[in-house]
């Protein structure tokens, strides 16, 4: 558990930073900018950022680790807002290795695939198998398990009360993509119930 006192006090100068990282290329997706700067972080959270002018940073941080960074580049983490880790045929920390490769750090998972073939106890493994990674994954429930109810083969059927128990699991954060759209149009029972489940304590619609 990260103090946030003592963040701030990095960043006033009061503190010295944990580590600094010198002279790298910021990428400000705000202000759709590149330009050298130097990093301060601070009990693993970003504290102070001192954009360079006429060649010097603005202000001086002191740290107990320094990174020449020159001629590399800082940008924010990627977020996956949408993936079957499924389809990857890998495990999700085989899959968070990948992704923190490539420079994402966050990823939306939706688990309909084993879902479709394992059912609850599936969703439950992503979930359980997902914790502890260096990548942040979140997991939507899979709203449609099967796709197309009467013309496929499948391990399980998810109604309202199969979804409204995977609610409840950790790091749960919503139901996944509606696949049976024709269902929620035309307000069959199955689907009408789904998509009024939210997280929260059982039975709160």
Do not use: W
Not at 158 to 186: N, T
């Amino acid at each position: 558990m990260y103090e946030r006192q003592h963040i701030v006090a990095a960043a006033r100068g009061d503190e010295p930073m944990d580590t600094i990282i010198k002279n790298v290329n910021l990428v400000n997706v705000f202000t759709a900018e590149i330009y050298p700067a130097d990093i301060g972080i601070k009990e693993n959270r970003f504290s102070a950022i001192a954009p360079y002018h006429q060649g010097s940073p603005a202000f001086e941080m002191q740290g107990k680790v320094q990174i020449d960074a020159k001629e590399k580049f800082a940008v924010p983490g990627f977020i996956d807002c949408h993936v079957h880790i499924e389809s990857t045929m890998v495990t999700p920390d085989m899959f968070a290795r990948a992704l923190l490769r490539n420079g994402t750090t966050a990823a939306v998972i939706d688990p309909h695939e084993i879902g479709n073939v394992l059912g609850m106890e599936g969703v439950e493994y992503m979930v359980q198998a997902s914790k502890g990674l260096p990548v942040h994954i979140l997991t939507t429930v899979p709203s449609s398990v099967p796709a197309v109810p009467g013309l496929e083969t499948s391990g399980a059927v998810f109604g309202a009360e199969e979804i409204e128990k995977l609610l409840q699991l950790p790091e749960v954060v919503g139901i996944a993509e509606l696949m049976d759209y024709v269902g929620v149009i035309k307000q069959s029972p199955r689907m009408a119930g789904i998509v009024q489940k939210r997280i929260g304590p059982p039975g709160s619609e």
